[in-house]
């Protein structure tokens, strides 16, 4: 069962625009990331945000967490064609669970 | 440096058969996840390994999969007499610290079963 929900689920944005993303989650957590996937590529760790920071900065990314609305997101600033890509929050329960995925959010930037 | 590499990078099996998926995680990463992901979905947990030892196989949807990790190191996810529902993408993950932390991913394995 995947416990985030990533919205929207599809985004189309010109390159130059910013991209937000959002992430819901059920549980209590102990931190949450990011990753991005290519298409038929493998997933790339982007940030992870501990459940007692509420934001986090990573050159273009800026990630923010609410815990009392148990969701978090993610913004790209001046997004570029190469941004394109799938987008997916994962949490971690306690420190030795696994991630659990939401289903992503695919990002369309338009050069 | 070399990222985690996964083997082969497609399979495709006739219903019924046998396959084994491998898995060569980043040297010296402690923790090793195996994740399933079908079309359009987020991946799945399937099972988790710190060094040899197989701490979590909650995911794992049948016995009818089956993952080892012998050494420590190089770990083999094994599907026995696929069916069609097994068609998917078998990622697989390392983490240098025990536990989900920053996690590195293989390219992984598209998996179609006719």
């Known amino acids: 069962s995947q416990q985030g929900e990533e919205d929207p689920q599809a985004l189309s944005i010109q390159e130059g625009e910013n991209a937000t993303m959002n992430c819901s989650y059920k549980t209590s957590i102990n931190n949450l990331q990011w990753y991005r996937q290519n298409s038929g590529r493998g997933l790339v760790h982007l940030i992870l945000?501990?459940?007692?920071?509420r934001e986090k900065h990573s050159g273009r990314l800026r990630v923010t967490l609410d815990t009392s609305k148990k969701s978090s997101s993610l913004l790209i600033t001046a997004s570029r064609a190469a941004d394109t890509a799938s987008y997916f929050c994962?949490?971690?329960?306690?420190?030795?669970?696994?991630?659990?995925f939401g289903k992503g959010t695919r990002l369309s930037v338009i050069a | 440096g070399a990222g985690v590499s996964q083997s082969p990078r497609y399979k495709v099996a006739k219903r019924g058969q046998d396959v084994a998926l491998r898995c060569d995680p980043i040297s010296g990463h402690v923790s090793l996840f195996w994740y399933q992901q079908a079309l359009g979905q987020g991946p799945e947990f399937l099972t988790y390994?710190?060094?040899?030892?197989?701490?979590?196989k909650s995911g794992l949807p049948s016995d009818r999969f089956f993952a080892e990790r012998p050494e420590g190191s190089v770990s083999t996810l094994k599907i026995q007499r696929t069916q069609q529902e097994d068609s998917a993408v078998y990622l697989c993950?390392?983490?240098?610290?025990?536990?989900?932390?920053?996690?590195?991913f293989g390219p992984g394995t598209r998996l179609t079963v006719t």
């Open positions: 390994f710190q060094n040899e030892a197989q701490l979590d």
């Open positions: 994962a949490t971690v329960n306690s420190g030795n669970t696994p991630l659990v």
């Open positions: 993950a390392s983490s240098l610290r025990r536990g989900s932390y920053e996690q590195y």
């Open positions: 945000i501990r459940s007692n920071e």
